[in-house]
T-cell receptor
Framework: QKEVEQDPGPLSVPEGAIVSLNCTYSNSAFQYFMWYRQYSRKGPELLMYTYSSGNKEDGRFTAQVDKSSKYISLFIRDSQPSDSATYLCAMSQNTGNQFYFGTGTSLTVIP | NAGVMQNPRHLVRRRGQEARLRCSPMKGHSHVYWYRQLPEEGLKFMVYLQKENIIDESGMPKERFSAEFPKEGPSILRIQQVVRGDSAAYFC??????????FGQGTRLTVV
């Protein structure tokens, strides 16, 4: 079983739609949860960072963590064509030696 | 504050040559991680370093690959005697505290 599972998509939505991206994980020791956006042939860009359970909002982006279900989500409101990218979830343990990544979900927002 | 700087951005090597990839972490970051990404695949952990120390190299092949993060200067990922299967994007990330990582733009290695 992989440490982190993420549906690869691809996901295609019309401009203005609400997008929901999800990851599940198996290691209950994970404490830090991140979402990255990666454009083609670029490096991953940190979008959202959350510690433990709860919600965090930043502009059109909302990250949710449910540690009891080992489930994290990223919501994108009013999606724009510029949001078209691959979204990677990542997580780590307290004083862990690495960040564990999902395989990424490819998102296309159609104008 | 400049981001994580990686160079070169693109590197072409013939089979059997050495590839040397450089990474300068963000200012104030003492934790450096190297990841490898193949097309349509996620990021695979290779090695985690702090200044002058390799902390975890469990994701790095035992042969031909090595990494360092000297007291002065950038972190280096070295691949000796490259083979076609080494062609990939190599990303470096840095962190101030192991809680979140910031990535560079990567080095795309092509072995011909």
């Amino acid at each position: 079983q992989k440490e982190v599972e993420q549906d690869p998509g691809p996901l295609s939505v019309p401009e203005g739609a609400i997008v929901s991206l999800n990851c599940t994980y198996s290691n209950s020791a994970f404490q830090y949860f991140m979402w990255y956006r990666q454009y083609s042939r670029k490096g991953p860009e940190l979008l959202m960072y959350t510690y433990s359970s709860g919600n965090k909002e930043d502009g059109r982006f909302t990250a949710q963590v449910d540690k009891s279900s080992k489930y994290i989500s990223l919501f994108i409101r009013d999606s724009q064509p510029s949001d078209s990218a691959t979204y990677l979830c990542a997580m780590s343990q307290n004083t862990g030696n690495q960040f564990y990544f999902g395989t990424g979900t490819s998102l296309t927002v159609i104008p | 504050n400049a981001g994580v700087m990686q160079n070169p951005r693109h590197l072409v090597r013939r089979r059997g040559q050495e590839a040397r990839l450089r990474c300068s972490p963000m200012k104030g970051h003492s934790h450096v991680y190297w990841y490898r990404q193949l097309p349509e695949e996620g990021l695979k952990f290779m090695v985690y370093l702090q200044k002058e120390n390799i902390i975890d190299e469990s994701g790095m092949p035992k042969e031909r690959f090595s990494a360092e993060f000297p007291k002065e200067g950038p972190s280096i990922l070295r691949i000796q005697q490259v083979v076609r299967g080494d062609s990939a994007a190599y990303f470096c990330a840095s962190s101030p505290n192991q809680e979140r990582a910031f990535f560079g733009q990567g080095t795309r290695l092509t072995v011909v």
